[in-house]
């Protein structure tokens, strides 16, 4: 009887194990977790909500990017200066990308050619070969503490939020150049493209708004202020974006209120506000628009956001801080 329980209890084993590679080669729908205080990814099946594997990575992993054409993820290992490039196969670091001085977030371009990260202590911008892993040039003075990236959708241009001088550089990262400089609110984080490219969405953390750039003539033509009764001003920290695939909605990160706003686009009005958890922080929707995730940086877990009613349906506990989501679906 007790041989018959050993190999049960092992074919049960193997089955998960040829399951959890079966689901990744596949491309499964999952939840990806980078934890910047236990130095770890953790991944969750999208649609059961269950922890099916926690991998290493560099230390202080920060902003992720997963390429599906090599199965793999891209992770900023901040204290290492470092890209870790991680086999979504096996679970392993396989290289590293050439970054500089302690990289936060980062973005690539739609080509899949370069990537462009923000070196926060150097006041610069790193520009890296995908292909080769080594840094093709670096811009100076893009602002001090540069955090948020993102290329423009046509690939030419990219923004970059500049924490201390309360400003959005424009660069264009195949020629070096720093193109424009636009003042926004008090500490930006993060920023969104809208409307086809059209509108650059900036999050101001002290401001308690997110700035609305016209990207044709550069200038701010919009600030979006968040106000809920019980929440003082001084808790109401915007810091990243989740934008719906349809276009329609934004849904904005609040920080230390603990809540989601939930804005229109169109006419930018705040519509609704989401109980998440403690320092929410980094956001992800699902394809169909369905599923929100939000990580939350003081209580160590995600929240599960159902974007039809509107609320939180489930806390999984992740690793330490947890920092950025993905979603590959």
């Known amino acids: 009887m007790r041989f018959i329980n050993f190999i049960y209890k092992n074919i049960i084993k193997l089955s998960f194990i040829i399951t959890l590679i079966f689901s990744f080669s596949s491309n499964a729908e999952t ?18 909500y269950e922890v099916i594997a926690t991998i290493d990575s560099g230390n202080r992993p920060r902003d992720m990017h997963y390429v599906s054409s090599s199965n793999s993820l891209l992770v900023a290992a901040s204290e290492d200066d470092t890209i870790n490039i991680i086999d979504m196969n096996t679970f392993k670091i396989t290289g590293n990308l050439e970054t500089g001085d ?29 292909t080769s892993g080594k840094i093709i040039r670096v811009i100076e003075d893009v602002g001090i503490e540069p955090e948020g990236v993102n290329f423009s959708p046509d690939g030419q241009l990219v923004y970059i939020t500049s924490e201390g001088t309360n400003t959005v550089l424009i660069i264009d990262p195949w020629e070096g150049k720093v193109i424009e400089e636009i003042l926004v609110g008090n500490r930006p984080r993060r920023g969104a493209f809208t409307k086809n490219g059209q509108e650059y969405w900036v999050t101001n953390e002290l401001g308690g708004t997110v700035s609305v750039i016209d990207t044709n003539s550069f200038k701010v033509i919009h600030n979006i202020k968040f106000e809920k009764k019980g929440i003082r001003s001084t808790e109401i920290t915007p810091v990243d974006f989740a934008m719906s695939n349809d276009g329609s909605l934004a849904y904005i990160t609040l920080g230390r209120s603990k809540h989601v706003a939930v804005v229109q686009t169109k006419n930018y009005d705040v519509i609704d506000y989401i109980l998440a958890g403690s320092r929410v922080w980094g956001a992800a929707i699902s394809s169909d628009d ?7 940086g003081n209580s160590d877990d995600i929240s599960i956001i159902d974007t039809d009613k509107r609320a939180s349906i489930k806390s999984i506990a992740v690793g330490r801080t947890p920092h950025t989501v993905r979603i590959i679906d």
């Open 31 to 48: 939840i990806l977790v980078s934890n910047e205080g236990s130095d770890n990814i953790t991944i969750i099946d999208l649609k059961t």
């Open 102 to 130: 302690d990289p936060e977030i980062f973005d690539i371009s739609p080509n899949g050619k370069i990537a462009v990260v923000s070196n926060e202590d150097d006041n610069a911008a790193t520009v890296i070969d995908i």
């Open 290 to 296: 369905k599923t929100l995730i939000v990580t939350n």
